[in-house]
């Protein structure tokens, strides 16, 4: 199960998902990504609600970084330690600009 909550302003989209980013459920945030592309410069993924992601999920995170890195930039802000985790395994940490609290 995923909630994704959004905030638009001007150029900016704030993407909180809460609860599991997976096989099943990564399609759904990938729509929400599409839907906002267009006259983004700055996004922000809040993962301070989300409980897992898989490699599905890091696919569509990929894919908004490759977006954002020709129209502007990419922040994930709050993620938990197992994201972390996943994150520093796959190298992750290195692709994507991670800010912790």
Do not use: C, H, W
């Not at 998902?17 to 990564?26: A, I, N, Q, V």
């Not at 267009?38 to 977006?67: C, H, K, N, T």
């Amino acid at each position: 199960m995923l909630k994704i909550g959004t905030e638009r302003n001007d150029g900016k989209l704030t993407v909180t998902p809460e609860g599991r980013l997976d096989t099943t459920t990564s399609p759904e945030l990938e729509a929400v990504l599409k839907d906002n592309y267009e006259g983004l410069q700055e996004l922000v993924f809040d993962m301070a609600a989300l409980e897992y992601i898989s490699s599905a999920g890091l696919r569509v995170l990929l894919a908004a970084q490759r977006v954002m890195n020709k129209q502007g930039t990419m922040v994930v802000r709050n993620i938990n330690e197992a994201i972390e985790e996943i994150f520093e395994v796959t190298g992750f940490s290195e692709i994507l600009t991670v800010e912790k609290e």
